[in-house]
């Protein structure tokens, strides 16, 4: 069976810090990958997605970056993280058939401070 | 721009009630309508997808519609239970990548 693997759960950060945050995917082959931001009652607002290796596609504008250096693997990052850069980061994965179904990871809940 | 909306005041009903829940799409017309259930410092977990041909699609306690004619579609939750209690996510999509609504909040109290 498919899991999703993301860490870490939680992670304080001081502003000016750096970002890196993991995913992998187990149990699939060339899934579509995704990292979402989730703001405290907000919706789930798309920053990447990856349709392949090497392929990352962004969504809004930021100090965020992704890459995908592997088939199932997805990174976060970014280079000097600032307040609103806090929130609830999840990465997800669907078929690379189709998008009608994503599987989300536990998420990180990042604090900068 | 795509717009997904939801109630985002709580719903709070008492256990053994049916629980209703609403999305409404803006905007756009989705190909197919997504039900996430999403508890507290966790991810989304799918439930249920109904596509815009469908007008009723059934799991378990489970029932979603999809009204094209009202841009809506209606979740709802039979015999409800304390368990249920979650944030219920709701999300629009078709040959693009699904765009999510804020969730509604359910409340079931026993």
């Known amino acids: 069976s498919q899991t999703i693997h993301q860490w870490p759960a939680t992670l304080v950060q001081p502003v000016g810090s750096p970002l890196s945050l993991e995913c992998t995917v187990e149990?699939?082959?060339?899934?579509?990958l995704y990292w979402y931001r989730q703001a405290a009652g907000r919706g789930l607002q798309l920053l990447f997605y990856?349709?392949?290796?090497?392929?990352i596609s962004s969504e809004v504008p930021q100090n965020l970056s992704a890459s995908r250096p592997q088939d199932r693997q997805f990174i976060l990052s970014s280079k000097k993280l600032l307040l609103s850069d806090s929130g609830f980061y999840l990465c997800?994965?669907?078929?690379?058939?189709?998008?009608?179904?994503?599987?989300f990871g536990s998420g990180t809940q990042l604090s900068v401070l | 721009s795509q717009k997904i909306e939801q109630n985002s005041e709580a719903l709070n009903i008492q256990e053994g009630k049916t629980a209703t829940l609403t999305c409404n799409y803006t905007?756009?017309?989705?190909?197919?309508l997504q039900w996430y259930r999403q508890d507290p410092g966790r991810g989304p977990v799918f439930l249920l997808l109904?596509?815009?041909?469908?007008k009723e699609k059934r799991k378990e306690r489970l029932k979603v519609t999809f009204d094209t004619t009202l841009k809506q579609s209606l979740f709802h939750i039979t015999a409800s239970q304390p368990a249920d209690s979650a944030t219920y996510l709701c999300?629009?999509?078709?040959?693009?990548?699904?765009?999510f609504g804020r969730g509604t909040s359910l409340i079931v109290h026993p």
């Open positions: 997800a994965w669907s078929s690379a058939s189709g998008r009608e179904k994503l599987f």
């Open positions: 905007n756009y017309s989705p190909a197919y």
């Open positions: 999300a629009g999509g078709g040959s693009y990548i699904p765009t």
């Open positions: 109904i596509r815009e041909n469908e």
């Open positions: 990856s349709v392949g290796i090497g392929q």
């Open positions: 149990g699939t082959s060339n899934p579509n």
